[in-house]
C-alpha cells in the first residue's frame, strides 16, 4: 500500500468514525468452527429399503394422514406402518441414537413429531454447563457440551453421524412435521455429520433455525419445508460440498435461506471458480425479512429459485463478526426470480407484537418479527461482497431498488488492520438481468434499478438500466473483467454513508427504530438526508448571503450568481426527496451551486485573491460532482468530489463569515472600487 493510499484510508475510517460508531452484533453466534477440508462430496439419494422406521403408534390418526395420497404411496406407507408398530421407533431422535454405522436410512411416516422427551428444560449438569452466552441470550456451547447435552438447544440432534438420510414417507413435506413448540433453538440440527441427506419433511416453529447443518463436508436438503421460526428457516454454516434442491421457507425472523460461512474455496480467485461449495436451486423463500443471506456466503451458486414477498429478496454481507471467511465473496446468482419484495414487518416491532413470547406472537398467522435492518422493497443486497455475479435474473417490482451495493469497512466486522478497512465491495458484477419486468414480459417497474454507495473498484452494471442513483454507472463488458468508466473509491457518498450508519441503528429486543431512516418509515423532512439538506443549504443561504450583502451586491452578474445559487440550495433539497427516482435535479443543483460559487471567487479574487481562488475551488469542485453524477464518475479517485467539496467547503463558510464580517477598506485601489471589473463595492456601499 503506497503513502497515499494510507493517508486516504485513514482518512476514510476517521469518516465512517466520525460519522457514527454503530458496530453490529453478531446476528448468528456459534463455538468457534473451521472449514471442512474439502475432501467430502455431494450425497447422492438412496432409494432402497430404510434401515429404520419412526412412526406414531395412532393407526387412526395414520389412517387419516394417508387417505388422499396416490395408491401406491398409500399403500406402501401403509405396510411400513406395520413394521414400523412391530420394530420402530415412536421418535425421531430414538432412531437416531440407533445409528450404528455410516450409510444408514431413516424412514419418517407420516405424523406430528414434538419429540416430548427431548423436550424438558436441562436438569442436573446439563443445567450447569460453563459456557458463555449469545447477545440473544443462549449459551454458545462446544462440541463436546452438545454430545453431553445434545437437547439443551435441539429438539433432533444429529451430532458425528456419517452418511445419514432421514427421509419422510409421504406425498409432500408437510405429512411430516417436526414442531418444536418453541420450546428449543433449533428443531434439527446436524451437527459434524458429513454425508447427511434430508428430504421430504417439514420442520418449523423454533426460537432460532427450523433445520440447522454445521461444520459438514457434504449434504443435501431436498424437498424440506421450513416456517415460522425466530430467526432461520435453513442455517447451514462452515459447511462444504452442500446442496439444497426444491426447497421452501417463510415465516422466519432472518432469513428463509442461509449458507453462511460457506467453505471460502475461492478466496483469492478472480472470476475464474473452477467449483462453488454449495449449491442453492428450485427453491423459493417467501414471506421472511430476507428471502436468502449470507453473512460471509462465499462460493455460493443460486440459480432457478423463486425470492419472493420478502422485506428484501436476497443478501450477502461481511457485517457481523465472528464469521469465518469474511469477507464476503464469490457469490454467483443466475436466473432467479427475484420479485416483490415490498413487505415491511417493522410494525410489529413498534407495536410491541415482538416483545410477546414466541408462541405467542402468531406467526402461523403471518406475523414475522425483523431481526436485523434492511431496506424494505429491495431484490438483492451486497453489503460489502467481493466477486459476486449476478447474471440473467428476473428483478422486478420493487418499491426501492433492484440492486443495492455498499462497503463494510473492515472494523465492524472486529478487525481493526489498516490495510483491510477499504477490503469490500470491489468487482460485483450485474450483468444482463431482466430488470422491471416479469417473464413473461409485462411491465413491472423497480423504483429504481441501482442503488449505490459509489464506494469499490471494478464494480459494474448492464447498459440497460431504468434509473440509478448514482445517475452514471460503470457498465460491464461482455466478458468478466471489462468494466467501462469504472471507479477506484475507498469511501462512498457521504450523505448515502450517513444515512446508513443511521439506519443501522436498529434493535428488535429494545424496540429501537432509527429516527430519521426511511427504511423505517420516516418521510420528508424526517429523513436524514433531507435534514443534512436542509441544514447545509440554510447555512450556505445564510453565509452566502452575508457575503454577497457585505462585499459583492454591487457586482450584477455575482447577484445573477447569487439567485442562481439559491435556485440551486432549494433543488438541492428538493432533490434529497426525490433520491429513489431516477432524475437529474441534484445534478442540476450542483450545477448552479459549482456557477454561483465559481462567479463569487471570480469577483473576490483581487481583493481578497486566496479567499477568492479557494471560492473559486469550491465552484469548480461543486461542478465537477455535477459531471460526476450527470455524466461520468470521474475515473480513479480515491475519493469522489463530494467529499473534496465537502471537506474544503467546512473551510470556506468560517473564511466567508470572517470576510463578510471584515470592513470594507474606503483606501483599495480604483480597480478594486470598480465593480464590473472585481466585484468589490464602492467606498460606504457597504455601510
Known sequence: ???????????????????????????????????????????????????????????????????RFPDALRAHNLRLHERCLRDGYRHIQQAVDAVDRPGMTIAVLPGRYEEEPSQPEPAGECARLDAPRAAQGYQVLSYAQQKQCPHNQNLVAILGKRDLQIEGTGAGPLDVVVDAGYRKLNAVR???????????????????????????????????????NDEYGFLTFASDHGLYRDCESYGNGDSGIYPGSASDINDG???????????????????????????????????????????????????????????QNHARFERNLIHSNNQNYYRYVVDGTCAKPPAERGYERGVVCPQTSVPPGTGVMVAGGNWNVFEGNWVYGHQRAAFHLNAVPAYIRGDESWSRQTDTSHHNRFHANKLGTDRDGKAAPNRVDVWWDGQGEGNCWQDDTSGSTPRTLPVCGEEPGAVSGGSHRILGEPVKLAQLIVCSDYSVGARRLPAGCDWYGARGIERVEVQTALAIAGVLALVGGLLWWRRLRGNR????????????????????????????????????????????????????????????????????????????????TPLGPAWLRGLLGLVWVVWAVVAAARPVDASRSAATNDPDATGAVRPGAAS
Open 269 to 327: 480467485r478472480g472470476y475464474d471458480v473452477p467449483r462453488y461449495s454449495i449449491e442453492i436451486t428450485g427453491c423459493r423463500s417467501h414471506h421472511n425479512l430476507l428471502g436468502y443471506s449470507g453473512t460471509a456466503g462465499d462460493s455460493v451458486w443460486a440459480h432457478d429459485n423463486e425470492f419472493d414477498h420478502n422485506m428484501a429478496g436476497a443478501s450477502m454481507d461481511s457485517v457481523f463478526p465472528g464469521h469465518p471467511g469474511l469477507p
Open 190 to 228: 446436524a451437527d459434524g455429520s458429513d454425508g447427511v441427506y434430508f428430504r421430504n419433511f417439514t420442520a418449523q416453529r423454533t426460537t432460532f433455525n427450523a433445520l440447522y447443518v454445521l461444520a459438514v463436508d457434504g449434504f443435501v436438503i431436498d424437498k424440506v419445508l421450513t416456517r415460522w
Open 557 to 636: 452578474w455575482v447577484a445573477v450568481a447569487t439567485a442562481l445559487g439559491a435556485a440551486g440550495l432549494v433543488l438541492d433539497v428538493a432533490g434529497e426527496t426525490l433520491s429513489l427516482s431516477a432524475t437529474i435535479v441534484p445534478a442540476l443543483a450542483l450545477l448552479l451551486l459549482g456557477i454561483w460559487w465559481t462567479a463569487t471567487g471570480l469577483a473576490l479574487r483581487t481583493g481578497s485573491p486566496a479567499f477568492g481562488w479557494t471560492t473559486v475551488a469550491m465552484g469548480l469542485l461543486t461542478l465537477l460532482d455535477a459531471f460526476d453524477q450527470a455524466v461520468v464518475m470521474v475515473p480513479w
Open 1 to 67: 500500500m503506497t503513502w497515499t493510499r494510507r493517508i486516504m484510508t485513514a482518512l476514510a475510517v476517521a469518516a465512517a468514525l466520525l460519522l457514527g460508531t454503530a458496530t453490529a452484533a453478531p446476528a448468528h453466534e456459534e463455538r468457534e468452527v473451521t472449514f471442512p477440508d474439502g475432501t467430502g462430496s455431494v450425497p447422492e439419494y438412496r432409494d432402497g429399503p430404510p434401515d429404520l422406521l419412526v412412526c406414531k403408534d395412532d393407526s387412526g390418526d395414520f389412517q387419516r394422514r394417508v387417505a
